[in-house]
């Protein structure tokens, strides 16, 4: 029995330490709280970076496409525009075909 007799300084004491052990929990949880949230946010940022650049590759990529749908146009106009002017020019005579192959 004698073992379990404390003077108020000791309980006292023993209080102090187990608040102080309480608050420095309470610090460390906050201190992992506030790690979490920031290993969160740098994660979101990469995730953001990411698909930047999954989008800015795949903009680069249609805009070569399309480089190419247009000159591949252009080389339709321009076949369109022989084809116009060759139905337009008057047909050769006879004449004609004959000094061609000459």
Request: hydrophobic share 50%.
């Amino acid at each position: 029995m004698a073992e379990h007799d404390l003077s108020w300084d000791q309980v006292i004491q023993m209080c102090r330490e187990v608040e102080t052990f309480e608050e420095e929990e309470l610090v460390a949880d906050a201190l992992q709280a506030e790690q979490l949230d920031r290993q969160a946010a740098e994660a979101e940022a990469v995730g953001w970076a990411l698909e930047h650049q999954r989008r800015a590759a795949a903009m680069e990529e249609l805009q070569a496409e399309l480089a190419e749908a247009r000159a591949e146009l252009a080389e339709a106009r321009a076949e369109m525009a022989a084809a116009s002017a060759a139905l337009a020019a008057p047909p050769l005579s006879a004449a004609d075909t004959s000094q061609t192959y000459l």
